[in-house]
């Protein structure tokens, strides 16, 4: 190995540890509290080390992003293929177990994604752009499977003809989302306690079902009336 690539791989292998590092401070402390002070102590680095690497907080927080969403990317693909010949009913349950067992995996990530989600913005402008153009691929590639698998379901009836993918995304990804937030809240509802979240994500995704079940045979009954 030359010069420059053993250069190169102690680069890449001190971004990772930046990033464990940056990983650990912000689900500890939050994006708020988090500051590149507490992410160089905890990856024993001095801070100008840092800054090598990464602007500010900002861009640590939109990489970590961008790695658990190649992480779900890669869970996802995997079992879209898996799921192709299969009907969309079949394939959404199996998803939604999928992205039970990435939160369940990849914790961090996961509560990461939530956060910026739901509980921070982002000062995007203080972000370099090549940064933020890999994470909006990664949520482009995410959002074209999710709604070809709903045009799918579509096809076979699932959902009526009239649908806006989005619009069913939406609702799989709020309520699935929330339930796993709450099943792994240490004070969630006793309810909760004495019910496994495999169950409590099955049925949900069955109500979320029969829902729009009720919505294809609603919009038929309708059609026929009208004729």
């Known amino acids: 190995m030359g010069i420059a690539e053993r250069r ?3 680069r890449q292998q001190r971004r990772q540890l930046i990033l464990e590092a940056a ?3 912000f689900f500890q402390h939050g994006y708020r509290q988090a500051t590149m002070d507490m992410i160089a102590a905890e990856a024993e680095l001095g801070k100008a080390t840092l800054y090598e690497y990464f602007a500010n907080k900002e861009e640590l927080y939109v990489a970590l992003l961008d790695d658990g969403l190649r992480l779900l990317d890669a869970l996802m693909a995997e ?3 898996q799921t192709r010949e299969m009907p969309a009913e079949r394939a959404i349950r199996e998803i939604a177990r999928q992205y039970w067992t990435y939160a369940q ?3 961090e990530y996961f509560t990461l994604l939530m956060h910026v989600s739901t509980a921070i913005e982002l000062p995007l402008e203080k972000v370099r752009p090549e940064l933020l153009q890999e994470l909006h691929q990664l949520q482009e590639r995410a959002l074209l499977r999710g709604v070809e698998l709903v045009r799918r379901g579509i096809r076979e009836g699932l959902f009526p003809p009239d649908t806006v993918p989005e619009r069913v995304l939406a609702e799989f990804w709020i309520v699935l989302s929330g339930a796993i937030l709450l099943a792994r809240h240490p ?3 006793r309810l909760m306690q004495e019910m496994e979240p495999e169950q409590l994500l099955e049925e949900l995704v069955t109500l979320l079902l029969q829902g729009w ?4 045979e609603h919009s038929s009954s309708e059609g026929a009336s009208s004729r």
């Open 79 to 81: 079992v879209s293929e």
């Open 213 to 216: 079940q009720w919505r294809v």
């Open 105 to 107: 995996q990849y914790p």
């Open 23 to 25: 990983r650990r401070v």
């Open 187 to 189: 004070y969630r509802m």
């Open 8 to 10: 190169q791989r102690e």
